[in-house]
């Protein structure tokens, strides 16, 4: 089983969208097996984008990203970080498909109300990143068979 890393942005706390993106992945199956609010730190945002640390616009990303605190997921799942990806949506909300967060909830490239990991390599430094194995946890889902088959898992 898979575990990735979901950051609830501002654009979704102050938008009142909480609710409802946990709410499609408590649907879909996923487990919540870590879950925080903080406010994002200078160095954790330069880490989080080091892939965009040089771009023009990296400041409006951070201001973007420290303007509430934001809420921190860890869910679990049968492929959860490729599943979790795609309920996501492409980065750009207006090209977003409709049945995705983005495309169902923003209209924005920045204000794009989440962030979720983007491949296991990711995945495993982002959850190391904002959790400690302690605020990790694990427990079974009592409708496991009704989740998967056994041989899925
Ligand atoms: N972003 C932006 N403009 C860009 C590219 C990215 O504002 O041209 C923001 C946007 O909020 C995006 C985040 O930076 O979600 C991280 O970018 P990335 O390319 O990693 O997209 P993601 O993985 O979030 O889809
Ligand atoms: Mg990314």
Redo the contacts with the bound molecule.
């Keep these: 089983m898979q575990k990735t890393l979901v950051i609830i942005?501002p654009s979704a706390i102050q938008r009142g969208l909480v609710g409802d993106v946990i709410s499609r992945f408590e649907k879909k199956g996923l487990q919540i097996v870590g879950f925080k609010m903080m406010l994002l730190t200078d160095d954790m945002i330069k880490i989080h984008?080091s892939?965009?640390v040089d771009?023009p616009?990296f400041k409006?990303?951070k201001d973007?990203?420290q303007a509430t605190p934001v809420l921190i997921l860890a869910l679990k799942g049968v492929d959860a970080v490729e599943v979790v990806r795609n309920m996501?949506g492409?980065?750009n909300s207006r090209k977003a498909l409709s049945g995705t967060i983005r495309g169902d909830f923003s209209m924005?490239?920045?204000?794009?109300i989440?962030?979720?990991s983007?491949s296991v390599e990711s995945s495993l430094a982002e959850l190391k990143r904002f959790f400690t194995d302690e605020e990790l946890f694990d427990y079974s889902p009592l409708i496991m068979p009704h989740l998967y088959s056994n041989d899925e898992y």
């Design positions: 942005k984008y892939h965009l771009k616009f409006r990303i973007s990203m996501s492409s980065t924005s490239v920045q204000e794009n989440v962030h979720a983007d």
